[in-house]
């Protein structure tokens, strides 16, 4: 069985400061895949970010980075110098490797609400 | 451009009735997803369809039923069996190809039970 947690509810962060964002994981399963979404109000999901377990470097799109700390089953979002677009909720996800379309797991997620 | 279309975006419902949402996809994805959110919640799957004329039940599918005729369809119906629908519903495709399998997103159904 999998398990994704994610502890913070809501956070603020100042605009073009940087906020981290956690995620830890629990799983049985040798090599996985994790996954950040972003959803705004608009509703849609939004991937942002991908790391396999396998990966020895940290994942980075842009002012996304994902800092991958395997051995704490620990894989947080930084979003760097943040912008107002950047307010929305979050969705840590895992899904085991070769790919199990059953067995994809969404954290509960973490809405971010970026001040001017 | 390409994408997902999920309609209707909002849907009101009485007790009693089914209710069929529909998701378009051009993006010549196989698999596609039918995803349920809860506030406070993360996504909890409902059916996915890995090819045309399949498909297997998520984690929630009491209630739910879909078909996969196209591949570019996969409409799902919210039965009056199901105990608790008023929910926003997301469905999503990814393609077969790659390794990262992330999956996109349509804009979402917002079904409320009256």
């Known amino acids: 069985a999998q398990k994704i947690t994610q502890t913070q509810p809501g956070m603020f962060v100042q605009e073009k400061e940087a906020v981290t964002l956690d995620c830890t994981y629990d799983t049985s399963d040798q090599s996985y895949g994790l996954f950040w979404y972003k959803q705004p109000s608009s509703g849609e999901m939004i991937f942002l970010i991908y790391?396999?377990?396998?990966?020895?470097q940290n994942a980075t799109e842009g002012r996304y980075s994902l800092n991958f700390q395997k051995a704490r089953k620990s894989a947080n979002l930084v979003i760097s110098a943040s912008q107002l677009g950047d307010s929305a909720m979050y969705f840590c996800?895992?899904?085991?490797?070769?790919?199990?379309?059953?067995?994809?797991?969404f954290g509960a997620g973490t809405t971010v609400t970026v001040r001017a | 451009d390409g994408g997902i279309t999920q309609s209707p975006k909002y849907l009101f419902r009485k007790e009693g009735q089914n209710v069929t949402l529909s998701c378009e996809q051009n993006l010549n994805h196989d698999a596609m997803y039918w995803y349920r959110q809860d506030p406070g919640q993360g996504l909890r799957l409902i059916y996915y369809s890995q090819i045309v004329n399949d498909f297997q039940k998520g984690d929630i599918a009491e209630g739910y039923s879909v078909s996969r005729e196209k591949k570019e369809s996969f409409p799902l119906t919210v039965t009056s069996a199901q105990k608790n629908p008023t929910a926003f519903y997301l469905c999503?495709?990814?393609?077969?190809?790659?390794?990262?399998?992330?999956?996109?997103f349509g804009e979402g159904s917002r079904l409320t039970v009256l």
């Open positions: 996800a895992m899904r085991p490797l070769p790919l199990d379309d059953y067995k994809l797991s």
């Open positions: 999503a495709s990814r393609t077969s190809t790659g390794n990262t399998g992330e999956l996109f």
């Open positions: 790391q396999g377990s396998y990966d020895e």
